[in-house]
């Protein structure tokens, strides 16, 4: 499938089908801690990158396959919000299922009014504020210069003034520079002004695209856990992996979930439960020597990731 994967295993969303309505790595930011490596199509131009109906038919399809499902996620590899056809997405999926709808965004783009009014029948929207000043902003998210701190945060306030479900906060702390007793404080005064109704704690425990980014160490965490009043998701990672793209042969399952997160070995035996280790093994030694992947260590863990993907 080229839109629809997993059901990925989530602690915030349960076990969640994802929407990719954009193409690899297209974003108006470029963090330095992203899993994806650096943004490769760097834009804050909205685009329909694929037609509705060619999505919609996918999930369609998935659907078919998959009963036990708790979300339907529209991320990708990339900023879900520069997809101009997502607001008649939205609609068209609450039509086709009573599956609730979440929206995982880094929320630049909640600054438009037009884009506001697009998600309003969005169950549950997860945006991203991991700092407090536009120097800090700057540093670890690394925006397109049209977008402005100040301004995301007041699209963040009047999406909450018209928007009456959920708005899920995630915080991304990265070593050094926004793990400190005053970033923790100044982040919590804005999700103060903006009224999240839930605050989730993040750390980079993927391979990031800067290779000098590290975990705060779990001091600093609990602290911030208790300043935010967040729940914490640093460090959770689940095992199990799986693929509506059953179809297609392994080596390609592999890669299409390397478009979006790098993985370990033992989430890729769990794709595959009638291969056993050895021919997995096998299949990996292929990959490489085809240059298709390329093992990454980081946090004293080896990843998958597609080759060139930093």
Same mark, same amino acid.
């Given at each position: ?102 929206? &995982?965004?880094?929320?630049?783009? *909640?600054?438009? %009014?037009? /884009?506001?009014? #697009? ?5 549950? @929207? $997860? ?105 914490? &998701?640093?460090?959770?990672?689940? *095992?199990?992996? %799986?693929? /509506?793209?059953? #179809? ?5 399952? @592999? $890669? ?55």
């Amino acid at each position: 499938m080229k839109y629809v994967y997993g059901p990925v295993p989530s602690r915030r969303l349960g076990k969640s089908l994802g929407i990719s309505p954009i193409p690899d790595k297209t974003c108006n930011y470029t963090c330095v801690y992203c899993q994806l490596g650096r943004t490769t199509h760097f834009t804050n131009e909205r685009q329909l990158f694929y037609p509705v109906e060619e999505v919609l038919k996918e999930v369609q399809e998935a659907l078919q396959q998959e009963k036990d499902i708790d979300f339907i996620t529209i991320v990708g590899e990339g900023e879900p919000l520069l997809y101009k056809g997502i607001g008649l997405l939205v609609t068209q999926l609450k039509q086709l299922s009573s599956i609730p709808i979440a929206i &995982i965004t880094n929320g630049a783009l *909640l600054s438009q %009014e037009e /884009v506001r009014k #697009e998600l309003l029948q969005t169950d549950v @929207i $997860l945006p991203t504020l991991d700092a407090y000043s536009e120097e800090q902003f700057r540093k670890i998210n690394r925006p397109h210069k049209e977008i402005k701190l100040v301004e995301v945060i007041e699209g963040l306030k009047e999406f909450r003034k018209i928007f009456h479900n959920q708005i899920w906060l995630e915080v991304m702390l990265v070593k050094d520079l926004n793990d400190d007793i005053n970033s923790i404080n100044e982040i919590k005064k804005i999700i103060d002004e903006i009224n999240v109704d839930r605050v989730y704690l993040n750390v980079p425990i993927r391979p990031p695209a800067e290779s000098w980014v590290e975990i705060p160490p779990s001091n600093r965490l609990i602290i911030a856990q208790e300043i935010l009043k967040a729940e914490s &998701i640093a460090h959770f990672e689940e *095992l199990l992996i %799986e693929s /509506v793209d059953r #179809e297609s042969a392994p080596f390609e399952q @592999i $890669l299409n979930i390397l478009k979006r997160h790098p993985l370990r070995n033992e989430q890729i035996y769990t794709l595959f439960p009638s291969m056993d280790k050895g021919e997995i093994d096998s299949m990996l030694n292929e990959m490489i020597s085809n240059k298709l992947i390329e093992a990454v260590e980081y946090n004293n863990k080896t990843f998958w990731e597609r080759k060139q993907a930093r």
